[in-house]
């Protein structure tokens, strides 16, 4: 019974051991989202936590063994389980390390599209405002030509003012000198 239980937990140490690594080739392979690498990485933590079980569970039924020989040939076994779950430890950690490094990547990626999208943003406020101000200058260019040609008839009908002054003044000392030639013809026609 005894040489069952260690053979059924040597089979699940192994079993254990394959299925890690096949949790870390996942996660080496692994160009999904943050979350799946997150989900694998989990799964690789109770592996680890079960395989560490089993070789805890082996070693007391090693130390249980009434030979000498068996109980020190299984402390072996159970000395190379546990080499080869710190060697896997290992990978382990790189395995957080590239999940880290991989959640940082993205970060900085979102980071990159949103300094994108305010540059985008930026630009086309700017051409909006470029168009605006070139719609401003072409208005201010009509007003001008309106201006300069307010000014051209208020200057014309100043000229004119002042000629027809002129001219009412000169038909009004004409009008006068007539009035006066008048009178002085019918009031001294002696003269």
């Not at 096949?22 to 690789?44: F, H, M, R, Y």
């Not at 949103?114 to 540059?119: E, F, I, P, R, T």
């Not at 009509?142 to 002054?165: F, H, S, V, W």
Request: with cysteine.
């Amino acid at each position: 019974m005894a040489a069952l239980n260690l053979v059924m937990c040597e089979q699940e140490i192994l079993k254990y051991d394959l299925e890690i690594k096949a949790l870390i080739q996942d996660i080496t392979e692994c160009d999904g989202p943050q979350s799946k690498l997150t989900e694998i990485n989990t799964d690789v933590k109770k592996h680890f936590h079960n395989l560490r079980l089993r070789i805890q569970d082996f070693e007391r039924m090693a130390m249980e063994q009434d030979r000498e020989s068996d109980k020190q040939a299984l402390l072996s076994q159970v000395e190379g389980h546990r080499k080869q779950m710190l060697r896997k430890m290992t990978k382990e950690g790189l395995a957080q390390s590239a999940s880290d490094i991989t959640e940082n990547l993205m970060s900085i990626s979102r980071m990159m599209a949103q300094q994108v999208q305010q540059s985008e943003d930026s630009i086309t406020t700017l051409a909006t405002s470029s168009r605006t101000i070139q719609e401003t200058n072409e208005e201010f260019k009509a007003m001008t030509g309106t201006i300069q040609l307010g000014r051209k008839l208020i200057t014309k009908y100043n000229r004119r003012e002042l000629t027809d002054k002129l001219l009412i003044f000169l038909a009004l000392a004409l009008f006068f000198a007539t009035v006066l030639y008048i009178l002085k013809k019918r009031l001294f026609p002696f003269l």
